[in-house]
């Protein structure tokens, strides 16, 4: 009886060591799997687990880190699909404005509002200028659709900020919209005259449909940056 108690004691107590050691030792790992898993869950797809020993745990670490990797790769990709046709959908709506402005100046030769041969000549200035505007979003809507970017593809250059500015508020007071440049500066910067002209368009365009009839352009130097504020006597947006 004494052998018999000795043995399960020393087998409870053996069982019980290796319990705890082999709880021990798939504790630590199994913590860092699970942590792992949690960050995934969280979104966090940029801290990989690194697990680094080589025991039977590598394995499942290995696979959740190959998981998380492929998951941000095919996210990536979504979003720079979405931005891209998000951009595309932009520029197609932008292409709006000169027609509109093509179609208003011919509308007024058909009509006669034209009546003298500087007047006239004006409007098919501003009609041929807005074809230009026009073939060029055309261009470059077809040669963005054809990248692989997540943003437009910029062009800048030297452009003189009063005399570029000017350029763009005369279509516009053409058609009726008081447009002001409040004392712009004689200053050369770099931008994308094309994609410059089509942020100062849309803003001019949404001033003239939501009812303004005076809009005063100025600019503010800062450095080497200068802030263009685009103001109207419009209506406005209701405070959300």
């Given amino acids: 009886g004494t052998v018999i108690l000795a043995l399960l004691a020393a087998s409870g107590f053996t069982n019980l060591y290796l319990t705890k050691h082999l709880f021990r030792h798939i504790q630590k790992p199994l913590d860092i799997l699970v942590s792992g898993v949690k960050r995934i869950q969280e979104g966090n797809l940029d801290a990989p687990i690194g697990y680094v020993v080589p025991d039977e745990f590598k394995p499942a670490c290995d696979a959740v880190d190959e998981m998380a990797a492929r998951l941000k790769t095919s ?6 699909q979405q931005q891209k046709q998000e951009l595309i959908a932009g520029m197609s709506h932008d292409l709006k404005s000169p027609l509109t402005s093509i179609r208003a100046y ?16 004006r409007y098919l200035q501003t009609i041929y200028a807005k074809e230009t505007e026009l073939e060029t979003l055309v261009n470059r809507l077809f040669s963005f659709a054809k990248l692989d970017l997540s943003e437009a593809p910029a062009k800048p250059e030297a452009l003189e900020i009063s005399g570029t ?4 508020a005369a279509g516009f007071e053409a058609e009726g919209l008081d447009v002001r440049l409040d004392d712009l500066p004689d200053e050369t910067v770099m931008a994308d005259r094309e994609l410059l002209s089509r942020c100062m368009s849309n803003l001019l365009d949404n001033s003239r449909k939501y009812g303004a009839s005076h809009v005063v352009i100025s600019a503010d130097i800062s450095g080497d940056t200068v802030s263009i504020s685009v103001s109207d006597d419009g209506p406005g947006v209701e405070a959300s």
Avoid: N, W
């Avoid at 034209?114 to 000549?121: F, G, L, M």
């Fill in 75 to 80: 996210l990536e990709a979504q979003s720079r």
């Fill in 106 to 121: 011919t509308e007024g030769l058909l009509d006669g509002v034209a009546k003298d041969e500087q007047t006239q000549a």
């Fill in 165 to 168: 500015f000017a350029e763009i």
